[in-house]
């Protein structure tokens, strides 16, 4: 209570120096959410490209929702290749083609694929909260299973009837969140999505290729002790027209898009730092200013430089602190409302995490000690005679 009422004692300065850091650790709070939610995603990529590699067509020719059809005959040639474990080829493309560009967000996919053709190697594995996965038997009928953010937005539940594209399914299964891709997909078998890619390809290409020929991409499993890129380069160069992607490779793409957000947090923690330290520090040595008398008489009864020290650097601490759980409240509020906004149509682009919160406001505490410290000591070596004789 005795170092608030010396705070309040300038009621006006000792607010407008807890706004500072206020503003600083808002705006580290809301960006480091920002940066949590995209490291999630990154990080469920990874995880997912760990121990397998995808195969694409190296044209890069896409027509359509941008969808890039292959042959089937693709995955046959590189299931035959000796280290080869598993084959799962895919149709992925876009869930609603008319949909506009989602910045942030994870883009809505539809995912077609025969369920068990990953032969148990599947590491990243999806478990439904309601309903249930596909299984091989479910090839030749429109089922389908949300993921958790998909399924929100489009508002579907077990057993309802949704039309995507130009055919109907039946809902069988809602994923639980993944915080990454599956939670913006919906998968259904492979030949209702063959089905679906066919009819959204220009009649020329209809009429050249059969839809149970196509596919958009190839999953491939290694057999255990292979080496991912030896196997990737052996597939770019015995199968024709393809082009590969390993787990490093995945992590060393993403790697400079995350770099740029990581900046950006440091970026904000350093005017933070500036601006906040600053109001500190001005606050603190006009408040030594004030006082010097008062500290004179300390020093005169015995107050010890230590103590002196001790007692302007936990002032300084104090506004810090303020201003750091204020900030901290306001960043909560922003993150809170905006993911609400979004939610309905799944655009979810922050994730406030409690090592986020501590971090923010211990980051505030000590940025203010720090920068209590030279008026602390410039006030602790203070001449006691002098001081008393101050005006």
């Not at 999953?219 to 015995?238: C, N, S, W």
């Amino acid at each position: 209570m005795r170092l608030l009422r010396q705070l309040m004692r300038r009621k006006l300065r000792t607010t407008l120096t807890i706004l500072g850091i206020t503003i600083g650790i808002w705006a580290l709070v809301v960006f480091s959410s920002m940066a949590n939610k995209i490291n999630s995603l990154v990080a469920g990529g990874s995880e997912y490209f760990t121990g397998k590699i995808l195969v694409t067509d190296a044209t890069n020719f896409a027509v359509g929702a941008g969808i890039a059809p292959m042959d089937i005959s693709s995955a046959d040639q590189m299931r035959e290749l000796e280290d080869v474990a598993a084959v799962d080829a895919q149709i992925q493309m876009q869930y609603d083609p008319e949909a506009a560009n989602q910045g942030f967000a994870s883009p809505d996919f539809l995912l077609g694929s025969i369920a068990g053709s990953d032969e148990g190697l599947e590491h990243f594995v999806l478990t439904p909260v309601r309903g249930r996965l596909l299984t091989a038997a479910d090839e030749g009928s429109n089922v389908v299973v949300y993921g958790s953010d998909l399924a929100r937005k489009q508002s579907v539940d077990i057993d309802d009837t949704v039309d995507i594209r130009v055919e109907s399914f039946k809902v069988v299964g809602i994923l639980e969140p993944t915080l990454t891709a599956p939670d913006t997909t919906a998968i259904i078998p492979l030949q209702a999505a063959q089905q679906l890619m066919a009819a959204s390809l220009p009649q020329s290409i209809r009429d050249a290729i059969s839809p149970d020929k196509l596919i958009s991409q190839v999953v491939v499993y290694p057999k255990p002790g292979v080496d991912d890129t030896q196997l990737a380069a052996q597939i770019e160069r015995e199968v024709d027209n393809v082009q590969t992607l390993t787990g490093a490779e995945f992590d060393e793409q993403v790697g400079a898009f995350t770099g740029v957000f990581n900046a950006i947090i440091i970026g904000v923690a350093v005017i933070s730092l500036v601006v906040g330290g600053l109001s500190v520090i001005n606050t603190m040595a006009m408040s030594v200013a004030e006082r010097t008398r008062e500290i004179g008489i300390k020093r005169a009864i015995g107050g010890s430089r230590r103590r002196i020290i001790r007692e302007l650097v936990t002032e300084a601490a104090v506004i810090g602190f303020i201003g750091g759980v204020i900030g901290l409240l306001l960043g909560a509020i922003v993150v809170v409302l905006a993911n609400e906004a979004g939610r309905d149509s799944g655009t979810i682009l922050f994730e406030l995490t409690p090592g986020t919160a501590i971090f923010a406001v211990g980051f505030s505490t000590i940025l203010g000690m720090l920068a209590g410290v030279v008026p602390a000591w410039s006030a602790a070596r203070l001449d006691p005679v002098e001081a008393l004789r101050y005006e």
